[in-house]
């Protein structure tokens, strides 16, 4: 069976636990209590083996390294590389800038191969039929 990884904004944004349920697919959630060593190695592991990618970004994030990841992700492996950008999360937005420059990064994303979506039913149902 086909596995993704569950990269992107954490800092309390609920999308994992809304999409792990729903999932037909196994997965990998590099979100733990206790960051170590040990969990970074693992990350870097699954990030490298499972069949794919996925990068969900939100308004909660406050840093950019999952940016980074899914562009040299869409360059190196766009074949298993999934993007998504969720505009709202409990109240908080994205503001017409950023949006702009998420819009340009799904496009940059798409034209290197990969997936882009802005809704995560529509993540869940692509991996789902993707098994």
């Not at 999409?19 to 490298?48: G, H």
Request: proline share 3%; net charge negative.
């Amino acid at each position: 069976m086909a596995k993704v990884f569950l990269g992107g904004t954490v800092n309390g944004a609920k999308w994992r636990d809304l999409m792990m349920p729903k999932l037909k697919i196994e997965f990998f959630n590099p979100v733990v209590d206790d960051w170590s060593e040990e969990a970074y190695k693992q990350e870097l592991y699954e990030r490298e083996h499972c069949d794919y990618c996925l990068y969900v970004l939100t308004p909660k994030l406050t840093g950019y390294y999952s940016v980074a990841e899914v562009v040299d992700d869409s360059n190196k492996r766009p074949e298993k590389t999934i993007f998504c950008v969720i505009y709202e999360d409990e109240g908080a937005e994205f503001t017409k800038h950023q949006k702009k420059s998420l819009t340009a990064i799904g496009k940059m994303v798409q034209e290197n191969g990969a997936k882009w979506f802005d809704k995560i039913e529509d993540v869940i149902d692509f991996l789902n039929t993707h098994i």
